[in-house]
């Protein structure tokens, strides 16, 4: 759903399904971090999750473990896509994804579970959406950022 540019030989956008793979692999470690917490291993987990997410964020989202896997596990079986897309929007959207596990983390570290749990279930409803209908509310907010002028 985000900004698209035409594939070439030079191009630096990404395969639009690399980003919709790695939110299916967060939204299941956020359902497991779910059905677990309150716990050590919840907590745990979160933070593995948070730590991919700030990498996405700071590094970009091609240099993910997920696009990793992406790359040499499921895009050699796939297709070549139709077209590529701008990097700049996923990269934001890790960038909320990061803010919500912070959140997540906190109030999991600090006994405020339900904070917790709530900042975790809003990271996985934006994971699932990506994963299942390839709408990345992070990317939308992107682009809506860029009309406003922000």
Do not use: H
């Not at 948070?50 to 790359?71: E, Y």
């Not at 297709?79 to 109030?107: C, H, I, K, M, N």
């Not at 749990?117 to 699932?128: D, E, K, P, T, Y």
């Amino acid at each position: 759903m985000s900004t698209i540019v035409q594939p070439s030989a030079t191009s630096t956008g990404i395969d639009p399904r690399g980003p919709q793979f790695t939110a299916a692999i967060t939204a299941g470690v956020l359902v497991v971090v779910l059905a677990t917490a309150p716990s050590t291993f919840a907590t745990v987990l979160l933070a593995l999750q948070t730590a991919l997410f700030a990498t996405g964020a700071v590094r970009g989202v091609q240099k993910t473990p997920t696009a990793w896997l992406f790359r040499t596990a499921v895009r050699p079986r796939l297709p070549a896509p139709d077209d590529l897309e701008d990097p700049a929007p996923p990269r934001f959207a890790q960038t909320v994804g990061l803010a919500f596990g912070v959140v997540g983390l906190v109030g999991f570290l600090t006994g405020l579970d339900t904070l917790g749990l709530i900042a975790v279930g809003f990271a996985l409803a934006a994971a699932v959406l990506n994963a299942v209908f390839r709408f990345c509310l992070g990317c939308e907010m992107y682009l809506l950022l860029k009309r406003l002028g922000t």
